[in-house]
């Protein structure tokens, strides 16, 4: 139960981390959060309970596969908001769209042999 109370807490340290930077320079804010932290986190993680390499490389690879579909998302969001959209409106319709692009990589990929 320590070890969970840990994991919650230094992955909550990050975000609070990322948060506080972004309040005092948007650009460098946004340098820590595109960090691969919580993916190495994540690996660190899940090394430590399994320390099965296979796993840690799916996850690993599943990784790569699924950013790409959330970039997009950082250019529908901010523009929707420069155009006057509510930022819940723009942020709902940005995870949409990222969801809807996540169900099309999965698509695709599997189409080429990739299992995500």
């Given at each position: 139960m320590l070890y969970a109370i840990v994991k919650a807490a230094?992955?909550?340290i990050l975000v609070m981390i990322v948060s506080e930077?972004?309040?005092r320079s948007p650009a460098f804010g946004a340098l820590v959060a595109s960090l691969p932290l919580v993916s190495l986190l994540a690996i660190v993680w899940?090394?430590?309970e399994t320390g099965d390499t296979l796993r840690?490389?799916?996850?690993a690879?599943?990784?790569?596969w699924y950013v790409l579909p959330s970039l997009p998302m950082f250019l529908i969001f901010p523009a929707m908001l420069r155009?006057?959209?509510g930022f819940w409106i723009a942020l709902g319709v940005g995870c949409a769209i990222t969801v809807l692009f996540y169900l099309a990589t999965i698509w695709i990929a599997s189409r080429f042999g990739i299992a995500l």
């Open positions: 230094v992955s909550g930077t972004a309040k899940l090394w430590r840690i490389a799916d996850h690879e599943a990784t790569f155009h006057g959209v």
